[in-house]
């Protein structure tokens, strides 16, 4: 059972005292599960809520999607587990990141289901199961090429011919480039995992992620398992964002003066003024997720890069001047007309204006890590309609 899901909820700071503010579509999160659900087909589709649902809290993502169908989950660690079984219970929740002898008492109370990746964790959770006169349910997760987590394929070839009679309950594994649908690796996964189902018949299987959806291979697997496009964003590189964003991230404007032509800004004096510059400063910083790589000058990156990140305000797109620093950035707001930016106003960081992958682009870096860095000074209001899906 899941509770009565208000229509709007605020957390985090108080409003009147912080300098930032999110704001979570939750409708749009569910539209995106949906989409993914659709494009998945016949295969049923999970949701991946690691690192507190990408940021966004597990209390408040977890019972939206619930309501609109999702019954699997996928986490990191058994902690996020239980958060999930704490807000629905009767979901399934798989734990991908590995299996220690000292969490098994956890997962005979918690019905949370580990993702075994190695002979040695494969050994362990079958002597723990030993003496129960009904073993618990695992899956097995195989490497196809990732070079990370998983069996290697011959491990896992062998061991199911060795284990009829203690099988896991879902095949897996991850695949490490189909976000580039050019990409050579993406074919030998597929063709590798296909083969590997063949040698676990009667078990259910899951391979695609957010971009292995719409993967022109997208075939062969019982459980899709989405991250990020659920968030809002990309699953592909290079093509049009089918997905609604989710997150708006805005900052609040602290101060607005007047910086003269030939003068430095911020830090290093690394922004030099090329005209008389009104500057914005915002309460916003890398203490708050923003990263510092995202500054208009002064870090490496910007060697590499022409500009930094830039703010969305009154219809206008604002560039970052000078450093990001802990608690503060600063926007070059001189083509805004008078008054279009004043103080206690709030500057879009990504959100519908400035799209989440251009925004983590800028700081040479991708819409994960944008996502899942956000800090606990933001106000946060979670929308949602309340109806039926």
């Known amino acids: 059972m899941i509770a009565k899901i208000p229509r709007i909820t605020t957390t ?9 503010r999110l704001t979570i579509d939750l409708d749009a999160l569910v539209s995106n599960w949906l989409l993914l659900a659709e494009k998945s087909k016949p295969a049923r589709t999970a949701a991946v809520v690691k690192a507190d649902a990408y940021g966004l809290g597990i209390v408040h993502v977890v019972p939206v999607l619930w309501k609109a169908g999702c019954r699997t989950f996928f986490v990191a660690v058994a902690e996020e587990g239980l958060r999930v079984k704490a807000v629905a219970p009767d979901a399934q929740v798989f734990v991908l ?11 005979e109370q918690s019905d949370l289901i580990p993702v075994l990746g190695s002979l040695r964790e494969l050994a362990s959770w079958k002597e723990l199961n ?19 987590l998983g069996l290697t394929v011959t491990e896992a070839v062998r061991f199911a011919g060795e284990a009829a009679d203690d099988r896991p309950i879902l095949l897996i594994t991850h695949l490490a480039t189909a976000d ?3 990409h050579a690796l993406s074919p030998r996964q597929f063709e590798s995992f296909q083969k590997l189902r063949a040698n676990f018949s009667g078990i259910e299987s899951s391979i695609a992620n957010s971009p292995g959806i719409f993967h022109s291979l997208n075939t062969g697997y019982e459980l899709s398992r989405p991250g990020v496009a659920m968030y809002g964003g990309e699953p592909l590189s290079g093509i049009a964002n089918p997905m609604r964003p989710v997150v708006t991230a805005e900052a609040r404007i602290i101060q607005v003066r007047m910086g003269l032509k030939g003068e430095t800004a911020g830090y290093g004096a690394t922004a030099t003024l090329s005209r008389d510059t009104r500057i914005a400063i915002c309460s916003i910083g890398y203490a708050d997720g923003y990263l510092r790589s995202a500054s208009g000058s002064g870090v490496p990156l910007r060697q590499t890069l022409n500009s930094g990140g830039i ?12 450093r990001v620093t802990m608690d503060m950035t600063s926007f070059d707001i001189s083509d805004l007309d008078e008054g279009d930016a004043r103080e206690g106003d709030y500057i879009e960081l990504f959100g519908t204006n400035i799209s989440l992958d251009d925004a983590a682009r800028a700081a040479g870096t991708i819409g994960y890590e944008l996502l899942t860095s956000l800090g606990n000074r933001y106000h946060r209001r979670y929308l949602y309609s309340g109806n039926e899906i």
């Open 12 to 20: 985090g700071a108080d409003p009147r005292l912080a300098g930032g």
């Open 97 to 107: 990141n590995g299996f220690f002898a000292e969490a098994f008492p956890v997962y």
């Open 311 to 322: 703010g969305f305000i009154a219809g206008k797109k604002v560039p970052v001047i000078g």
């Open 180 to 182: 580039d649908q050019n």
């Open 130 to 148: 030993a003496g129960r006169a009904e073993k618990l349910p695992y899956a097995l997760h195989v490497d196809t090429g990732m070079n990370r």
